[in-house]
Every structure is written in structure tokens, then in C-alpha cells.
Nanobody
Framework: QVQLVETGGGLVQTGGSLRLSCAAS????????MGWFRQAPGKEREFVAAISWSGGSTTYADSVKGRFTISRDNAKNTVYLQMNSLKQQDTAVYYC????WGAGTALPGRYKYWGQGTQVTVSP
């Protein structure tokens, strides 16, 4: 069992920055990969970024490459998403997920556990 809690969302202007955090508890954090996804109103959940259990491998959606950075601190049981140069199209609810068996994938069906989400709104 894994429990995930996201924090750090909010309202920011276009071009601004936010850092999301996802605190995990339960199963040993350093044993599984983590991912960030987002879901805008009326749209499906989409992949943002993923990181392997060690932090040595990361992947990003093309839409966020060069602007977002995923990282993790296994000592703090936390994964982060640093979001820079935010655009209005980044507005969504952001979710972190735990991929217990893979190295971090873009497929949401591979994630067994999810947080409750945190809202990110980018204004003009």
C-alpha cells in the first residue's frame, strides 16, 4: 500500500514558476518509480514526467521538455516537479502516481497508486 499527497499547486501568471511536491508513505519509497500526470477539464489524464526509483532516469512529455524538471529525494520520501515558463495550457489538476514494477512510464494504467491531485492555474 502506498499513500501519496500532492502539494504546491496554485495560481500563477504566464511565464511564472511553481514547484509541486508529492509525499509518499507506506511501501519503501526508494523501491519504485514515480510519475506526474495532469488532467484538464474535459480531457483525459496525460503524462507529464516520470523518474526511476534511483532518480537516475527521467522522461518527459514533449510539451514540457526544457520547462519542467522531475526529481526525487528518497531520504524525504518525496518527488518534485519544478515547473518553469508556465503557459496557460499547463492549467490542470496535477497528480503523482506510483509505478511499483516499472522504471517510470507514460502509461497511466501502469500506476497503481495516485494522489488526490493539486490544481495548477496559469493566468494570462
Amino acid at each position: 500500500q502506498v499513500q501519496l499527497v500532492e502539494t504546491g499547486g496554485g495560481l500563477v501568471q504566464t511565464g511564472g514558476s511553481l514547484r509541486l511536491s508529492c509525499a509518499a508513505s507506506g511501501r519503501t519509497f526508494s523501491s519504485y518509480a514515480m510519475g506526474w500526470f495532469r488532467q484538464a477539464p474535459g480531457k483525459e489524464r496525460e503524462f507529464v514526467a516520470a523518474i526511476s526509483w534511483s532518480g537516475g532516469s527521467t522522461t518527459y512529455a514533449d510539451s514540457v521538455k526544457g520547462r519542467f524538471t522531475i526529481s526525487r529525494d528518497n531520504a524525504k520520501n518525496t518527488v518534485y516537479l519544478q515547473m518553469n515558463s508556465l503557459k496557460q495550457q499547463d492549467t490542470a489538476v496535477y497528480y503523482c502516481g506510483a509505478d511499483l514494477w516499472g522504471a517510470g512510464t507514460a502509461l497511466p494504467g501502469r500506476y497503481k497508486y495516485w494522489g488526490q491531485g493539486t490544481q495548477v492555474t496559469v493566468s494570462p
